[in-house]
């Protein structure tokens, strides 16, 4: 017993390292068991954690792991925190930033493990909101506000019955759809990335060793940690920035209390202008296709209603504006948020549009920001 053991804890560290191939075991071990984000820090790590640095292809971002040594091992030494920039972040480093920001209302878009653009937006937005210098760097200051040697990067997540109930088929085809009761997850490999708000890539690389692919009821899954512990604020406004792809919430003292990634209408003549109102918030929409919205879409002449699920054409929320046809809601395919083009609404992942509608309620004055023009903040 004691060698089928020994052979069996060669083997899994053995995959370890070749899914984490700048890492110590140590360290990828304790990503999987949901370490806090400062035990990645901590001296006596190997020489391969002092920070990967990203090649000139690939400055913007890195998705290496580095072996730390964990303050569960008794280690009684605390670490003197370091600042780290997005090139020398590790995953760990990484997936605990984009949890923590995720936890504070400032999405860094899909958690996924790589800094980039969408992450230092949503970090700088946060540092200037907590009084701190927008500088984009994980210093002490800033880790300090968002409590992110406080709380664990990641957390298990036991799969349920009901988790299973959310999967289910969604054809391509509009009329089948609509003769579809409800349009599910694809896989529980999706249910888990809902849950964690993030890629099904990153859901495989947090769960090494285990067949992501082929879960059931009962397993547990890792996955980042995005529970909040405080409510929402309530917003007094809303911002649409077409620029940036960029959803900002307001509190009654213009104050930014939530930061959301978005996607917008190819064509500048099929966006929303001006200012207008919350008109109605609807979960789990059903979803009404009209042919004239979907010149692509050939052969159907009628409308169809679709119905609800997380793969319905505009998610698990329907934020209906005063603007006729218009709206900000969930998409079916959070992992293309702001690098594709909608038909004319405001598309979010589904999480955040349910966290969105946490926020505002009917009334809520919903303004859209095109290039060059003045914010209610900026002027204030």
């Not at 996924?112 to 946060?126: N, P």
């Not at 119905?307 to 218009?326: A, T």
Request: hydrophobic share 40%; proline share 6%; glycine share 8%.
């Amino acid at each position: 017993m004691l060698q089928w053991c020994a052979a069996r804890s060669i083997f899994v560290a053995t995959l370890i390292m070749m899914l984490f191939p700048f890492a110590g075991v140590a360290s990828a071990q304790a990503l999987l068991r949901g370490t806090k984000p400062q035990d990645f820090g901590k001296k006596g790590a190997s020489a391969a954690t002092s920070g990967v640095r990203t090649s000139a292809a690939d400055s913007r971002r890195t998705t290496t792991s580095k072996g730390k040594t964990s303050s569960r091992s008794g280690s009684s030494t605390t670490p003197k925190p370091v600042t780290k920039s997005k090139s020398v972040m590790s995953l760990a480093e990484a997936v605990a930033l984009q949890a923590a920001l995720d936890r504070a209302g400032f999405s860094p878009g899909i958690i996924d493990g790589l800094i980039g653009s969408k992450t230092m937006m949503g970090l700088k937005a946060f540092q200037s909101v907590n009084g701190l210098p927008a500088t984009g760097e994980l210093d002490k200051e800033t880790r300090t506000a968002l409590r992110f040697d406080v709380e664990p990067a990641t957390t298990p997540y036991r799969l349920t019955a009901d988790d299973v109930a959310q999967v289910g088929e969604c054809p391509a085809d509009w009329i089948a759809k609509s003769r579809a009761t409800r349009l599910g997850f694809d896989s529980l490999l999706c249910v888990a990335a809902y849950h964690g708000h993030c890629s099904r890539k990153l859901v495989e690389r947090l769960n090494v060793g285990k067949d992501v692919k082929s879960l059931k009821a009962g397993d547990i899954v890792i996955i980042p940690n995005v529970k909040r512990t405080k409510p929402a604020s309530m917003a007094a406004r809303v911002e649409v920035h077409f620029e940036d792809k960029i959803v900002r919430a307001f509190d009654s003292a213009n104050r930014l209390v939530g930061l959301f990634h978005c996607s917008i209408a190819r064509e500048t003549k099929d966006r929303p202008a001006g200012i207008c109102k919350v008109a109605t918030i609807t979960k789990n929409p059903i979803y009404t296709f009209k042919p004239e919205s979907w010149p692509e879409v050939k052969g159907i002449d009628r409308n169809l209603e679709i119905p609800p699920g997380p793969r319905n054409p505009v998610g698990l929320c329907w934020i209906g504006l005063d603007k006729k046809g218009y709206g900000i809601h969930g998409t079916p395919e959070p992992e293309l948020i702001g690098k594709t083009g909608s038909h004319g609404c405001i598309r979010l992942t589904n999480w955040d549009v349910l966290r969105l509608a946490e926020f505002v309620s009917v009334g809520t004055e919903v303004r859209f920001v095109d290039r060059g023009e003045r914010t209610v903040a900026q002027a204030n």
